[in-house]
Each structure stands twice: as structure tokens, then as C-alpha cells.
């Protein structure tokens, strides 16, 4: 009873982190619409568990309400579609793409292929210290600009260090809050659960699909900080599967020690 107690306790205090880190560095408003997301995806499980063939229809909501998503559910319903060419799929996958042609201005408004003067005025500059204008052409044009900022973007979403030591010792300036995501010591049981979903059970595929449809909607756009706070549940349940591996009292006794000196020193950075 006491182990059990000490890992609700410990998982608790993980699904807890994130949040109350972005509330204290952001407004309510602000919380509740990236938070949005992930109420959608608890719904998405649910259905998903239950075997309901629509459970990806929610994630259409997504679209609509935090526009800089859309790529996000039309990923999704499109891979379902290939995965199940069902009449259902087929639906959700047509309503996903009369979403995204709505909600494409304002998404451009938000990505990596929108016209920045700055960059573009780099880009000439640079292109003179190549010997002719083919190889300036060829290493320095419109879409290295574009390939260069998704390329940053998809790895800064794959960096460890986003999500378990706020960047550190290469925080982003200016663009991002560098946040604390996660306690340090979670990223243990992060790989712990990702090493669990080698067999991709039916579980495992839900998660896998959600975990790279998200880091490709966040590497297009032009600043994917707070929009990120949509990795929140499924990084959390890939964390909790591999917790699920502790079973050392101890070990939790200690680890729950270290996430209280984590929680004082999140209040005392935001203070």
C-alpha cells in the first residue's frame, strides 16, 4: 500500500510540473489555450481505448480553435486513413482538410515560410562570399531559409535539454521561455518508456503517431514556444509507463525529496 501510495504521489507531482510552470511564466488565457489540446487528447484516449472508430474526430477541434495545430489533426486522420481506408477516416480526413484551407492564412501567419526581411537581407549578404552566383544560389536561396529554421526547430523538439534542464547550457534567446518541462531526474524513465514501445503495441501506436505528428506541426512554425505545451500529455504518459518500472520505496522516497527541492526552486525562478 505505501509503494503504491509513493508512485501515485510521484506521478502526481510529473503531471503537475509542466503546468504549473507555464501558469506562473504566462497568464491564465494563455494556459488555457495551449492547454486545450491536451483536454482533447484525454477525450481522443478515451475513445481510442473504448475502440471507437472516430476518435481522432476531437482533434479537428484543435484546428479551430489554436489555428497554428492544424497540420497536427490533418497528419493524424491522414495516417489513419492509410493505416484504415475506412468510409469514417475518409470523413474525418476530408473535414480536416476544409479546416486547414480555412485556417491557412493564420497558420502562415505563424510559420517558418513566412517573409522575414531580416533573414532574406542575410541571405544576400552571405551568398557574396561564394566565388560565383550559381554557388551562391545553390547554398544560399529561399529554401535553405526555410529547410534551416524547420531543421532548428525539429531538433530544439528533440533536445533533451528542452524538456529536462531548460536548455541549458544552450538556452534559446529572445524566442523562447525555456521553460522547466520536466523534474531532471524524469528523463530516465522518459527513455525507460520510450525503450518499452519497441514492440509498438496498440497503446504504443497511438502515442508514437501523436508524439511525431506534433514535433512536425511545432518544427514548421516560426516560434514553437508555449504552442509546445500540446507534447505535455503524451511526453507524461511515455514518463509514467517507464515510472511503472520503480518499484524500490526507497528510490521514490528520495526522488520525491528531489522533485520538492525542484518545485521550490520553480517558484523561486518565476517569483
Not at 504566462?26 to 478515451?46: G, L, M, R, W
Not at 477516416?89 to 522575414?116: C, E, P, R
Not at 525539429?154 to 534559446?172: G, K, Q, T, V, W
Amino acid at each position: 500500500m505505501g509503494d503504491n501510495l509513493l508512485s501515485k504521489v510521484l506521478t502526481i507531482t510529473i503531471l503537475l510540473y509542466w503546468p504549473i510552470s507555464f501558469l506562473l511564466a504566462n497568464n491564465p488565457k494563455d494556459f488555457i489555450t495551449s492547454f486545450f489540446s491536451n483536454v482533447v487528447f484525454i477525450i481522443c484516449i478515451s475513445l481510442y481505448q473504448k475502440g471507437v472508430r472516430w476518435w481522432t474526430a476531437p482533434l479537428l477541434t484543435l484546428g479551430l480553435v489554436n489555428p497554428v495545430l492544424m497540420i497536427f489533426p490533418l497528419f493524424v486522420a491522414a495516417f489513419c486513413f492509410w493505416l484504415k481506408p475506412t468510409k469514417v477516416n475518409l470523413a474525418i480526413l476530408f473535414l480536416a482538410v476544409m479546416i486547414s484551407l480555412t485556417q491557412l492564412n493564420t497558420f502562415y501567419q505563424h510559420s517558418v515560410f513566412k517573409y522575414d526581411r531580416d533573414t532574406y537581407q542575410r541571405k544576400i549578404e552571405q551568398g557574396y562570399l561564394y566565388p560565383n552566383v550559381f554557388l551562391a544560389r545553390v547554398f544560399q536561396n529561399k529554401l535553405t531559409i526555410y529547410l534551416e529554421r524547420i531543421s532548428f526547430n525539429f531538433f530544439a523538439l528533440l533536445d533533451p535539454n528542452n524538456y529536462f534542464f531548460s536548455f541549458h547550457p544552450r538556452e534559446i534567446v529572445g524566442d523562447n521561455q525555456n521553460l522547466d518541462k520536466f523534474p531532471f531526474w524524469a528523463i530516465a524513465f522518459l527513455l525507460i518508456g520510450l525503450f518499452k514501445m519497441r514492440r509498438l503495441k496498440r497503446r504504443d501506436w497511438f502515442l508514437l503517431i501523436i508524439l511525431t505528428a506534433l514535433i512536425i506541426n511545432l518544427s514548421i512554425l516560426a516560434k514553437f514556444d508555449r504552442h509546445d505545451l500540446v507534447l505535455y500529455l503524451p511526453l507524461s504518459l511515455v514518463i509514467i509507463s517507464g515510472l511503472r518500472k520503480l518499484s524500490s520505496s526507497w528510490v521514490q522516497i528520495v526522488l520525491l525529496l528531489i522533485t520538492a527541492v525542484e518545485y521550490l526552486r520553480l517558484i523561486f525562478r518565476y517569483a
